[in-house]
């Protein structure tokens, strides 16, 4: 099932069977409840993850606040990426706002099919930096329109 899964997903189409298989091995899918937190501020980055089915809230938060929505993710949107960009922690949450089904790939697990492949690890790598562009543009458009 992890195998049809990332076959599917647009980022991980561009990987040979056998990447797929490598990443498959070190790849989950996990099951969460509404409310519950797929990753917080702080926590060792070690995993991408992608959103099968359900949604999840990604928020930039501080102590005691319910903090500022950086992203709403859909179905078949990948968070968790800032473990691929050399940081070492993530620094948003990321809360299920419904019952979800994610798909949690280990980063290192990636970096080596991608430092194997590396014509392919730069179109995935592209890939993921639209993903932030567009968190980027949408975050800076909240801003605006909470500040006009």
Do not use: W
């Not at 076959?7 to 040979?16: C, D, M």
């Not at 099968?52 to 968070?79: S, Y």
């Not at 562009?133 to 329109?145: C, P, Q």
Request: with cysteine; proline share 3%.
């Amino acid at each position: 099932m992890v195998m049809e899964r990332l076959k599917g997903h647009a980022v991980f189409s561009l990987l040979s069977p056998r990447e797929i298989e490598r990443l498959s091995a070190a790849s989950g899918i996990m099951h969460l409840k509404e409310g519950e937190t797929v990753y917080a501020p702080g926590v060792v980055a070690s995993h991408i993850f992608v959103l099968l089915k359900g949604r999840v809230e990604l928020r930039r938060t501080a102590p005691g606040e319910a903090g500022f929505l950086v992203d709403d993710i859909v179905d078949g949107g990948m968070f968790g990426v800032s473990s691929l960009t050399g940081l070492e922690r993530y620094i948003l949450k990321a809360e299920c706002v419904k019952d979800s089904e994610v798909l949690k790939i280990e980063i290192n697990a990636l970096r080596r099919i991608l430092d194997d492949n590396p014509v392919v690890g730069y179109a995935i790598q592209q890939r993921i930096s639209q993903i932030f562009f567009k968190r980027y543009v949408n975050a800076m458009e909240m801003i605006t329109a909470g500040v006009t």
